[in-house]
C-alpha cells in the first residue's frame, strides 16, 4: 500500500450480498495493487441501526450511516458504492453525482430504461466536473474472460460468427425457497433477465467489441407463489421459510431466453436461469470466429478454452489455458502460477480499474452508457416476450 497516496473516501450504501463484495473489495485492492489513490472505508449506510453497526464492525468500516442522503453531505466521502436493490439506484446514484460525489453502481445499471437514461445524463453532466461513475459489471474483470477479450483484440479468432451464453443458477429451483426482493418487480425490475442475463449480455459484448442489435425473446415463471423468509434466514441467496407461513406473489421472469443478431453479423443464442437445477454460478460463453473460438465458464473460473482452427487438423483441438501466470490480466498481484482466484477477486480488480481511471481523470468502464445500452437490450427482450415478435435495441451504442 503507498501510504504517501492522497485518500479516497468512501461510503457505502447496503450490507447484503454485494454490499460484503464490495466491502471485501475495498479492503483488499490497495493491499495487493499499488493503487495512485488509497480507499478510505468511510462509512457505510443501511436503514436498521444495529443491523449497519455490526456490518460495519464485521466488513471493517469506519462509521456508519442510516439515511444515505447523510453520506452526501460529509466532506469526508469522495465516493458513493450503491449497492442497493435496483429501485434505489437511479435515485441514490443522481443525487450523488450531482452533489459531486463519484459513483459505483451495481448492475443492472436501473430498473427501466427511462431511469437509466436520467443516470447516464446525470453522469454526461458530472463527467463535465470531473466527476466519475461506474456500473458494476464486475465479471469483466475475471482473468480470463479479460483474456478473451484481449484474443478477440488480437484478431486472434477472426470475424465472429456465434455467440453462445449462459447463465445458469439454482438458488430458486425448489419452490420452497423463499420470496426475494429479487423476485419482485417493483424493487429489481425484471428477474433472471435483469439479475443474472444482464452480466452475459454486457460480457459478450464486451469481449467481442460488438453491439446486439435485434433480439426475439421468451420469458417464464415457473413458480408464482412462494413462502416468505423466516426472520432468521440470513443466507446471501436463497435463505429458509417458514412452513405453511404467510406466502408472496413472485412477479418476475424465473428464465430468460432469446435469440441475438448482433450489429456485425454474429448471431448469439442467450439463457439466464435460477432453475438450472445442478448449475451454482454457470456462466458459460462460448464464441466460434472464423480463425478459432474461445469457451469459458465461471464455474472453471481460473481456465480459458481456445481453439486454433489454423493448427494441423490431427493435433488441432481446444486447448485448457490456466489463467494463472504473472502475464495474465490482474494475476501477477496475486499468487504464484496455478494457485487461482475466487469470485471476490473481480470486485477487488473492479476497484483497481475505478481508483485509476479516477486518478487520471478517465471515464472508467463501463460507463453508464454501457450500463444504459444493456438496460435496452433487456428492455427489447421483455417486449419481444410481449409481442412475439423481435424486437430492435433502441439505445445508440456508446
Ligand atoms: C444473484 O443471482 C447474484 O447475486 C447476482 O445478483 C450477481 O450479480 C451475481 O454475481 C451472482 O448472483
Not at 432469446?258 to 460463453?285: P, S
Request: aromatic residues 6%.
Amino acid at each position: 500500500m503507498d501510504t504517501n497516496a492522497p485518500e479516497l473516501g468512501v461510503g457505502l450504501v447496503g450490507h447484503a450480498f454485494m454490499g460484503a463484495a464490495h466491502s471485501q473489495a475495498w479492503r483488499s485492492a490497495p493491499r495487493f495493487f499499488d493503487l495512485p489513490l488509497t480507499p478510505r472505508m468511510r462509512a457505510l449506510c443501511g436503514r436498521d441501526p444495529g443491523r449497519v453497526a455490526e456490518a460495519a464492525a464485521r466488513l471493517g468500516w469506519e462509521s456508519t450511516e442510516t439515511d444515505w442522503t447523510r453520506l452526501l453531505t460529509r466532506d469526508d466521502i469522495d465516493l458513493v458504492d450503491v449497492c442497493t436493490p435496483g429501485d434505489s439506484h437511479a435515485e441514490i446514484a443522481i443525487a450523488a453525482l450531482d452533489a459531486g460525489k463519484h459513483v459505483l453502481c451495481e448492475k443492472p445499471l436501473a430498473n427501466t430504461v427511462a431511469e437509466a437514461q436520467a443516470m447516464t445524463e446525470a453522469a454526461e453532466r458530472a463527467a463535465a466536473n470531473g466527476v466519475l461513475a461506474m456500473v458494476g459489471f464486475t465479471y469483466r474483470r475475471v482473468p480470463a474472460i479479460a483474456l478473451a477479450k484481449q484474443l478477440v483484440d488480437e484478431g486472434r479468432i477472426g470475424e465472429i460468427r456465434h455467440v453462445r451464453a449462459q447463465y445458469l443458477q439454482d438458488w430458486i429451483a425448489d419452490p420452497a425457497a423463499p420470496m426475494s426482493w429479487r423476485l419482485e418487480k417493483d424493487k429489481a425490475g425484471s428477474g433472471a433477465l435483469g439479475d443474472i442475463g444482464a452480466h452475459i449480455v454486457d460480457l459478450t459484448q464486451h469481449i467481442t467489441g460488438d453491439h446486439i442489435a435485434r433480439v426475439s425473446g421468451l420469458l417464464e415463471t415457473f413458480v408464482h407463489e412462494r413462502p416468505l423468509p423466516s426472520p432468521s434466514s440470513g443466507a446471501l441467496l436463497g435463505g429458509t421459510s417458514q412452513d405453511g407461513g404467510p406466502t408472496g406473489h413472485v412477479t418476475v421472469d424465473d428464465a430468460a431466453v432469446f435469440l441475438a443478431r448482433f450489429g456485425g453479423g454474429a448471431v448469439g443464442v442467450f439463457e439466464a436461469t435460477r432453475f438450472a437445477t445442478g448449475r451454482k454460478n454457470a456462466i458459460r460463453i462460448e464464441v466460434n470466429g472464423s480463425l478459432g473460438s474461445l469457451a469459458f465458464d465461471f464455474e472453471d473460473m481460473n481456465v480459458l478454452h481456445l481453439y486454433d482452427a489454423q493448427e494441423a487438423a490431427e493435433t488441432a483441438g481446444f486447448r485448457r489455458i490456466l489463467v494463472t501466470e504473472p502475464t495474465h490480466p490482474y494475476v501477477g498481484a496475486w499468487w504464484p502460477p496455478g494457485h487461482g482466484l475466487g469470485y471476490e477477486h473481480g470486485f477487488t480488480h473492479q476497484v483497481v480499474d475505478l481508483v485509476t481511471a479516477i486518478s487520471k481523470g478517465e471515464q472508467p468502464l463501463p460507463s453508464f452508457a454501457d450500463g444504459l445500452q444493456v438496460q435496452s437490450v433487456l428492455a427489447a427482450v421483455e417486449h419481444s416476450a410481449e409481442t412475439g415478435a423481435w424486437q430492435p435495441t433502441a439505445v445508440p451504442v456508446p
